[in-house]
Structure formats: structure tokens, C-alpha cells
């Protein structure tokens, strides 16, 4: 049975007279961070531009590569997901799609449907 070498390092004493590294003296942080250009911003900022209440309730989705079978998906948030294969199930859903926006019921009031 041979015995298992050992590191040179494992088990080596200590080294007298070691030095404790210093820390760097702290300073007050002003102006901008050395080593960022010029106008470059250092945090991501809102968008200036403000809302104006409108967000996308329904998403129509066309494939049609040149020679190959087109496809589309149509879906709503109010939980209408549909799908078409070919050309002529395609031009169907994309006219279904465009008719949903005025039955889909997050796109519109009980007041509008009163008045209709």
C-alpha cells in the first residue's frame, strides 16, 4: 500500500512576518463615476414619453413564406386563441379578427352596448 502524497502547501506553517494589506482610504463619491463617457446614461430612465391609456388586448399573427403554406393566429386577452392553415382559412380568420373588435367584451362598455 502506497501512501497518499501530500500538497507541498497542505500543512505548511504559517509565514512569519506577514503583512495585513491596508485599505484604501474612503472618499466622498462626487460628480460622475471615472471611466463613463460623456453623455452616457449611467441608469435606465422611464420612458419620457407618457401613456396615453391604450394597451394591446389582441394580436393577430401572420406567417406566409414565399411558396409554402401561409398560417395565422389570432388571440385576445379576453381568452379567444384561434388558428388557420391556408390561404384561404387565413383571409377567413383575418376578417373573424377584425370583426372580433367589436364583439370582444374588454374592447367595449356596458354603456356602449346600452346605446347600440
Known sequence: MNTPTRSPLEG???????QVAELAPLTPAMGEPKGVAEGVPIAVRLDPRPGDGRYPVAWLRITAPRGATPTATSKCLCGRDRSAVGHTRVLA???????????CP???????????
Not at 12 to 18: E, L, T
Not at 107 to 116: D, L, M
Open 12 to 18: 505548511q506553517p504559517a509565514a512569519s512576518g506577514a
Open 93 to 103: 380568420l383575418i376578417a373573424d379578427h377584425e370583426a372580433h373588435r367589436d364583439t
Open 106 to 116: 374588454l374592447r367595449t362598455t356596458q354603456e356602449g352596448r346600452a346605446a347600440a
